[in-house]
């Protein structure tokens, strides 16, 4: 995968990322063998995945020779222009769009102008559903929109390695999931791995793969950042939680919750999350 080495890998767990989208353009475009984009200065950000085929994008001056399961990205000051090879000519999702951040002020996103992410189901998944919402055009059109491609960039920020989480591997999903099911009680690694379909070792190694943390970390971390929500939201004392969320004592859930969030959980309620 061609990830510059400058980008650096984003713990999902410790860093909270947003990027919201205003979408002007979203084509599923089969290209013919004579299509090209003329030489042009844009002032918009362009995310295209490349389905299938091949073809050339200049960017800056710099030529990327693309195939299936490339993803380019362009932020607004780059001169741009392309061209699908005519013996194989391209398919390719394309997005023309404003990117802000969570304060909506404008940002961009952190992907390479060229890398390799290969054909993935998911994202071209995602690119389906996108075109439905917009050939029915209905009132929240803008809305279904964004969000779908918010989840696809989220989704795009796991494949390419600059976040990591449990979303990234569907075992580690069905961990998470089991662990929230039996939150109240004591689970050994050899029943969360069982229960996601893996050795208990190999779930290991998969958890920190994929959230820098080993099995026991990863459940502590749920069962600590589902106390401080039923602390804050329901008002709940710190010795019902300590019961609810699968702590063996009082003492034992403050020490912990507070090597964790860096406070003690009876302040949880004044916490800004």
């Known amino acids: 995968m061609e990830i510059r080495a400058e980008q650096k890998v984003v713990d999902s767990a410790m860093s909270q990322i947003m990027y919201v989208p205003r979408i002007h353009y979203f084509v599923d475009r089969i290209c013919t063998p004579t299509w090209v984009i003329d030489r042009q200065l844009i002032d918009f950000h362009d995310l295209t995945y490349i389905a299938k085929g091949r073809g050339e994008y200049v960017l800056d ?40 951040d969570a304060d909506f002020r404008p940002s961009r996103l952190p992907f390479p102008l060229h890398c390799h992410i290969g054909p993935d189901a998911k994202t071209e998944h995602l690119m389906l559903r996108i075109k439905q919402v917009f050939a029915m055009r209905e009132a929240t059109c803008q809305m279904q929109s964004s969000a779908l491609f918010m989840e696809l960039v989220s989704h795009l920020l796991l494949l390419t390695g600059f976040v990591r989480g449990a979303a990234s591997d569907p075992r580690v999903q069905k961990a998470a999931a089991y662990v929230m099911e039996n939150i109240s009680r004591h689970i050994s690694s050899d029943e969360i791995g069982r229960a996601a379909g893996v050795h208990p070792g190999y779930l290991n190694k998969l958890t920190v793969r994929s959230t820098g943390k080993s099995v026991s970390r990863f459940v502590t971390s749920i069962r600590v950042n589902m106390a401080e929500d039923a602390l804050t939201f329901e008002g709940i004392s710190v010795r019902e939680a300590a019961e609810r969320f699968g702590f063996s004592d009082i003492f034992h859930f403050s020490k912990v919750f507070k090597k964790y969030k860096g406070y003690p959980p009876s302040a949880a309620k004044n916490a800004i999350l």
């Open 61 to 100: 001056g710099v030529t990327y020779c693309v195939s299936d399961g490339d993803l380019i990205y362009i932020p607004p000051g780059i001169l741009r222009e392309a061209k699908t090879d005519p013996e194989d000519a391209m398919h390719l999702f394309a997005f023309n769009m404003l990117i802000f």
